[in-house]
């Protein structure tokens, strides 16, 4: 039976990914400055909402994928961050459109990766988390030999 090799720490886009929604949710609240399709798109509540959860998707994805503890543990807190992120990024790339048409659908498409990156990583995590549940070697990890994967 081989190893199961669980991708939770090699995610460098994940990381700089969660690093920068954080910076971001600070900066839109701390200088007040939200874009246009967001303020029109959104109702004020909302758009609270938006920006802490920016923060604390940041916050808890990295806290997940540093996490001393145990493996699922940590997995769990990074398979839920990464859901929460591509939803609010997900929510931006539509009120890029809906307020800005046709002139915002490049940036909407590549605001768009995220949300499919984060949604891809999620289904990641989930596999890794139902093989570690069964405790036994799933087929769909890669099997590390010689220390190649």
């Not at 909302?46 to 001393?68: D, F, K, R, Y």
Request: hydrophobic share 50%; proline share 5%.
């Amino acid at each position: 039976m081989g190893i199961l090799r669980v991708r939770a720490k090699h995610q460098p886009f994940e990381v700089a990914a969660l690093i920068t929604t954080s910076i971001c949710g600070v900066l839109l609240m701390t200088l007040d400055a939200r874009p246009p399709s967001v303020q029109l798109s959104m109702p004020e509540p909302i758009q609270l909402g938006w920006e802490v959860s920016l923060i604390v998707v940041g916050v808890a994805g990295l806290l997940g994928i540093l996490w001393p503890g145990r493996l699922s543990t940590g997995l769990g807190i990074e398979f839920a961050s990464v859901l929460v992120l591509g939803t609010i990024t997900g929510m931006y790339a539509v009120a890029l459109v809906a307020v800005s048409g046709q002139q915002g659908v490049v940036a909407a498409s590549l605001i768009s990766a995220v949300p499919a990156g984060s949604f891809w990583r999620a289904a990641q995590i989930a596999n890794d988390l139902r093989c570690l549940a069964y405790g036994h070697q799933c087929t769909t990890h890669r099997r590390v030999v010689g220390g190649v994967t």
